[in-house]
Structure formats: C-alpha cells, structure tokens
C-alpha cells in the first residue's frame, strides 16, 4: 500500500527566509512517481514537479529545489528566499506504477506555510 | 495555456438531493478523474476514468457516486442523494496520457455544501 507523510502541519517563516517542506512515502513498488502540488488560499490544486523513482537528480527551478533521496524514501521541497505570494498549503502525492493501470495520486496531508512580510 | 475548467465553482444542496459537478477537462486530454478534500484534510482519490468506462475506483465511491462523459468535452460527477458527510471540495483532473507517466492537471474545484 502507497502512503505518504507530510509530518510537519505549519510553517510560518518571514520572507527571504529559507523553507524545507518534509515529505517521507512508503512504497512497495520499485517505479513510481512522485509530485509536489501547491493548493494556494484561491482553493486550485497547481502542479509543481513529477519525478519518477528511477531519477535522483535533483531539481532546481527557480527559488524551488527537490531533493529525492530513495535511501531515506524522502522527496524534500525547499523554498529559497520565500515571497508572501508563496503562502499555500503544499501536498505532496506518489502513484505507483504497480501492475496494469494504477494512476491514483495518494496524498499527503499537506504543509501550510505561511510567509509573513 | 489550456486548463481544467468546473462548474459551478459552489453548491449548495439539501440532505438527499441529487447533485452534477462539471468539469469540462483539457481537450487533448484521454484520462480524467474526480477527487476530494474535505475541508481541512487531504485531497482523496474517487473515480478514474478512460474510453468511456472507469478504469478505477476507491471505496469512497460507493453507489451513490456516478460519472459520464455525456458529450466530447464534458466529464461530471453524480452524487445521487447527498449525504452531510459528502461537503467537500471535488477536483477534476485530467492527463493526456496514463497517469502517472502523464500529469494529472486539476481544475479550481467545486465546492460543496450540504445542509
């Protein structure tokens, strides 16, 4: 069974600060994907990165980064310099490939950071 | 830049009504989904849809729960006689592909309300 946790619940940080969002899964398959959704105070759910099990690399987009450590089943997301605008609740989901047509997103409980002037 | 569109954005419905959410999802797009958040918890699968079947479902989506792709652009969500516990939040998504090869893009929500 799929699970992922996003242990902290909320994270306040003054802007320009730095912010590590913590997200640990649990999988028994050997290919799947995981995402960073950010579900702003407006309601939507916006997409921010796909990285499947078998890419390391990590990531920078921007004042974004991703950092996949399988080792630790770990898929951390950091905020470089934090903006206001960046005030949300961030989901982080695994699907697994598993065998035949798998393609559920499970979520986790997701982080409200918020980022105060 | 295309995007998944719902309607109507709020509902509000009596306790044994029968309730349609639309999504009319990314026109390249072969696979669409429904999932919910109630309010303050996490986003929840419910139904995956291709080819004009359910390819799968969780056990949210029990009976009461229907979905349709009536026309070439539309794809909604039936929720039979509403229940007080189903007041949510219901996305649609939809990918080109197979998910999770393709990226599920979510439309702004529904929001439910049911007295």
């Known amino acids: 069974a799929q699970k992922v946790t996003q242990a902290q619940t909320e994270i306040s940080v003054v802007e320009k600060e730095d912010v590590t969002l913590d997200c640990v899964y649990e999988?028994?398959?050997?290919?799947?994907?995981l995402f960073w959704y950010k579900q702003p105070p407006s309601g939507e759910l916006v997409f921010l990165i796909r990285?499947?099990?078998?890419?390391?690399q990590n990531e920078i987009s921007g004042r974004y980064s991703w950092n996949f450590q399988k080792s630790t089943s770990s898929f951390n997301f950091t905020i470089t310099a934090s903006q206001v605008v960046d005030s949300a609740v961030y989901f982080c989901?695994?699907?697994?490939?598993?065998?035949?047509?798998?393609?559920?997103?499970?979520f986790g409980k997701g982080i409200t950071l918020s980022v105060r002037p | 830049e295309p995007e998944v569109t719902q309607t109507p954005s709020h509902q509000v419905t009596q306790m044994g009504q029968e309730v349609i959410l639309r999504c009319v999802p990314i026109?390249?797009?072969?696979?669409f989904y429904w999932y919910r958040q109630i309010l303050g918890q996490k986003v929840e699968f419910l139904v995956s849809?291709?080819?004009?079947?359910?390819?799968?479902k969780s056990e949210i989506f029990d009976d009461q729960f229907s979905v349709e792709r009536p026309d070439g652009s539309n794809f909604t969500l039936k929720i039979r006689s509403t229940k007080l516990e189903d007041s949510a939040m219901y996305f649609c998504?939809?990918?080109?592909?197979?998910?999770?090869?393709?990226?599920?893009?979510f439309g702004p929500g529904t929001r439910l309300l049911v007295l």
């Open positions: 998504a939809s990918s080109e592909g197979l998910a999770p090869l393709e990226t599920q893009y």
């Open positions: 999988t028994r398959d050997t290919t799947y994907y």
């Open positions: 990285r499947n099990s078998f890419d390391e």
């Open positions: 989901a695994l699907s697994e490939i598993g065998s035949g047509a798998n393609s559920k997103l499970t």
């Open positions: 026109s390249n797009h072969l696979y």
């Open positions: 849809f291709y080819n004009n079947e359910i390819s799968e």
